[in-house]
Nanobody, 129 residues
Framework: QLQVAESGGGSVQPGGSLRLSCAASGFTLRYYSVAWFRQAPGKEREGVACISQSGGSTNYADSVNGRFAISRDNSKNTVSLQMNKLKPNDTAVYYC??????????????????????WGKGTLVTVSS
């Protein structure tokens, strides 16, 4: 079965950091662009960051640019999201998704959930004092 799974969520105080990980099973992640999305209570799912197959290109939502960093280790079949300077409005369920074979994450190029083929079940991040 082809799937991705997130880990690393939890609770943190404002200003703190968390690192999320995404691991693939049943397929080789290095052939796919990968993205992180999040969905806060009562809000629509939004894209947070994406990374190209090689890791050479990334793209961030304005709301996290400069605070979050996406990276990948193709030797370990994983993608990570380092989240720094967390704010209460970063509270959400975070999802990892692997893009369709036709999708490549590029700087300044639009991307959305419709570009994704495989989704994880999500991991909850809570930022609260």
């Amino acid at each position: 079965q082809l799937q991705v799974a997130e880990s690393g969520g939890g609770s943190v105080q404002p200003g703190g950091s968390l690192r999320l990980s995404c691991a693939a099973s049943g397929f080789t992640l290095r052939y796919y662009s990968v993205a992180w999305f999040r969905q806060a209570p009562g809000k629509e799912r939004e894209g947070v960051a994406c990374i190209s197959q090689s890791g050479g290109s990334t793209n961030y939502a304005d709301s996290v640019n400069g605070r979050f960093a996406i990276s990948r280790d193709n030797s370990k079949n994983t993608v990570s999201l380092q989240m720094n300077k967390l704010k209460p409005n970063d509270t959400a369920v975070y999802y990892c998704a692997a893009g369709s074979p036709l999708f490549t994450c590029l700087p300044f190029a639009p991307w959305s959930s419709s570009d994704m083929d495989y989704w994880g079940k999500g991991t909850l991040v809570t930022v609260s004092s």
